[in-house]
């Protein structure tokens, strides 16, 4: 009777327990999801409507997503940013793959010291870098142009892609190394011919890390680019004014806030697989 009381007992307590995490990931979820959930209905509200507290969209007002690109130039800034994003990661990742398999397979004086600079270089904050790469921005000529965004964001992308390559690179095995060197395989080979298509899952992963981060970027952007043809869409929106200085068109920034959001939402949809594939394999080594 006591053995029979013990085993209800535990499955209780399993019972409850599973009722407790679903609890908890259902919280975080929310948490997660209300705010874009909230951004979506409040770009659909006009007016008094903005500062009424629903959760749902009663009128859909289609007006705030035509401001936004009525206004001003919000295409030609999401164009701007999809140049910027794609070359600063096709850039990073060309020569972080380059620097992982140097860091990654070769020993030689300094490499750990190397690695703990690359490191210690993606911690340096946007301003301590900011005045030093607005004097060599300007004697190159890129003030207030796209070179400038590119030249200043691969120096938060590229220590970070080569620091995440290089652990990657570290865990390929040593035979596929050996058995391309017994086939004559020289570096360049033995990058882009032999380790290049094992790292596809890592490639994927670091690359639209990078992206993101070029996407979001803000500082650079706001100090670098002048013009509003020159803008990406974080100082866009940013600097989306209402009818009147005392006014913020809530409404406005949030239709815009939406349609930057949805390239993100589809490049992790699409590439959802290659991301899972990615993590998991950084977390095993093989």
Known sequence: MDFGLAISSLKIKKILTKIGFTIWLVCILIYCIFPFYYAIISSFKEGAELFQVDYWVKHWHWTNYLAVFEQQPFGINIINSIIVSTLVVFISLLLSVTAAYALGRREFYGRKTLLMVVLGVSMFPQVAVLS??????????????????????????????VWVLTTFMQQLPLEIEEAAIMDGARPRHMIFNVFLPLLWPALVTTGLLAFIAAWNE????????????QRTVPVAIALISGASQHELPWGIIMAASVVVTIPLIVLVLIFQRKIVAGLTAGAVKG
Do not use: C, D, K, R
Request: net charge negative.
């Open 218 to 229: 803000f500082l650079f952007a706001l100090t670098f680019t002048l013009s509003e043809h």
């Open 132 to 161: 030093g790469l607005f004097e060599l921005i300007q004697w190159l000529g890129l003030y207030n142009h796209l070179g400038s965004l590119i030249l200043s964001y691969l120096i938060f992308t590229v220590p970070f892609t």
